[in-house]
Every structure is written in C-alpha cells, then in structure tokens.
C-alpha cells in the first residue's frame, strides 16, 4: 500500500490542451483528448483537466488565445500542475511563449511519443533511432527553447537530449545526427544481413493501430511469449519467429503500432525497425473493434503504410477484440436475434470492403483462432505457390 501511495505521488500531475478547428467536430476532439491522455499515462503523468477552444487557426504565438491561456494559468496556481501537454506539435518559440504565460514545462504530442519511446527502447538500435529523433525534433526548435533546455528538472519531456545537452547549439546537433545516422548504418547493415540469412520462407508481419492486440495475436499464433501490455507502444523492436501450420513453415513479425500524428522524424527513424513491413509478403492487419475511432485508426494505418512503401501487398485485416465490441455496442436489452442481425451486417460490410480477406476473432478470449490460423494458411501457401510453382514440399 505504502508503494503504492509513493508511486502516485511520484506521477506527474498534467493538463491537456486541444483546439477544435472547423473541420473537426467536439466528438472528434473528445476522443483525441482521450488517447493523448493514455499517452500522459504510458508517460507516467495523471491527468487533471482538459482545456479545449475552438479556434479558425491556432495562435501563430501561443497556440491557443490569451484568455484561454489565463485560464489554465489560474487552473495550474490552484491546483499544482507540473506539466500541459499539447495534442498538435507546437514550435519552440510557442513552447517558449507558453511556458511563460503558464509558469510550468510545456510539450507537445510528438515530444510526449519520443518520451514514451524512450523509455521503451531496450535494443541499441532502437536506442539509437529513438535518440537520432530526439535530436530531429529538437534542431527547428533550439532558438525558441533555450529557457526550456536549460531547466535540471526531470520528468516527462526531458529525457534525452533536452536534458543533458544543456550547451547544445546548432552545430553541435547537426554533428551528434551525423553521427547517430552513421551508427544506425551500421546497424541496419547488420539487420539486413540477418535478415537476408533467413532464407526462403515467405514473411508475414503483423501491423495495425497501438494498442490493438498485435503482440496477444502473435503470441497464439506463434506460441511465444512476447511481451504484451494494455499500455501505447508496448512493443518498439521487431520480434520474428519461425511459426509451421501444418508443415508449412513462415516468418511471422511483430512490428511497432502505428498512431494518429506520429512525429514525422520518428517515421524516418524507425523505417529500419520497419524493414519487416516493407519486405513482407503478407500483413496481417489488426483492428480494435471495439475501439470508437476504428475505421479513422485503419485510415491512419493505411496512411503509414503508404509512407513505407508498404501498401501494395496481401493484407488479411484481423477485426480484433470481437467480445469487447458487444461488450461496447449492444444493451442489455437487445435479444440475441437483434444482437445476431447487427453483428452479420457488421461482418458483410467488412467482407465486401475487404474483399473477403478479413477474419474475426477474439485473441484474448481465443474465439475464432481456428479459423485465423486456417486464413494464414492459405494465404502462405498461395503464396509459395506463387513464388516457387515447381515445388510440391516447400522446406
């Protein structure tokens, strides 16, 4: 209990702040409020208040305008506030601005993703790029943020080069990404042998949202134990192993989660991490259905693929967490035929927009993984029969 009590007296306390701009309607920002919220969670932050304002066009100065800014000063005297995340990516003369009308640390989304990839990262090369983005984010900035790099404070937001880096100036980032560009060369050539190493066997790698349920599906398909957490970017390196249904053997890959905004910079940086996206054979791309947002979070996968060159492959969409969508959408009330009816149009809609390449499952419930494995099945084995039309027993 006393740990317990110590850990959440150690969590930084954080308000967020979102415009809501024409386009976007208050749902919208709602619900991107909420996933910025469970990034300030991964973070380590507990979130207070929400602040939001419609706006034609952010504030070229400050974001958002000054009375919205005087009332979250007054909020933060009130209440302790040790930090305000920003949910679009503010400039450093911005952050600068802000952080002097406010009093406290300001970041933004994409300094929060790099904090939260910097404290998942566990291999040197994914170390390397999370660090070679740090520095990316940092360059454009430096002018506005002298103030903010020069605090010895810990917490959200300075991990890395904003914190020990106090003398950096431009020439000495432009050296340090030089020189981080240079190791993960060598590392990638490194990668690329291993990878070149596995000979044959036709690749599948699993993509989709964070959060989705990749590394639970990967597990029962491969009967692994990779590590898998109801936290954003639980999985930054990619896990391969060897899986055989029915003496066909493939390659199966677990890949870091795509999000809404990722910083730009951190897509360049992880391209090699996602080396497995591009040379796949097959995606397997998970879904959350149960998720609100889930066709905006296929749209965002999509999207990123298209970044990778990776969006002209077979792709098997997996319509995941099935028992939490009716958990989600259907009241007690409704009788099981209605229940049936919903569930069957929701099935037709996606076959037809999939072209019947999609499966529904369950994996922490294990529904439906019968099937999944049987999809897989057919898919590599088209797949070899493509690639090797000669062979009748393929290893």
Known sequence: MIEKQQKIKEQEKAILVGVVQKEQTDEQVTEYLDELSFLAETAGAVTTKRFTQKLQHPDSKTFVGKGKLEEIKNYIAQKGIDVAIFDDELTGSQISNIEKAIGIKTIDRSDLILDIFARRARTAQAKVQV????????????????????RQGGGIGTRGPGETEIETDRRIVKDKISLLKKKLSEIDKQSFTQRKDRGEFIRVSLVGYTNVGKSTTMNLLSKSDVFAENKLFATLDT????????????????????????????????????????????????????HPQFEEQMATV????????????PVLTIFNKMDLYEHVYFDEWL?????????????????RQTNKNCVFISATERKNIDALRLFILHKVRDMYQIRYPYKTVYF
């Open 131 to 150: 660090e070679l983005a740090q520095y990316q984010y940092l360059l454009p900035r430096l002018k506005g943020m002298w103030q903010h790099l020069e």
């Open 239 to 290: 896990t391969t192993r060897k899986v055989v249904f029915e003496n066909t053997p493939f390659l199966l890959s677990d890949t870091v989660g795509f999000i809404r905004k990722l910083p730009h910079h951190l897509i360049e940086s992880f391209k090699s991490t996602l080396d497995e996206v591009r040379e796949a054979d097959i995606l397997l791309h998970v879904v959350d259905t149960s």
């Open 302 to 313: 999509n999207k990123t693929l298209q970044e990778l060159n990776a969006y002209n492959k």
């Open 335 to 351: 009788d099981d035929a209605v229940k049936e009816n919903i569930l069957l149009e929701m099935k037709e809609k996606w076959e």
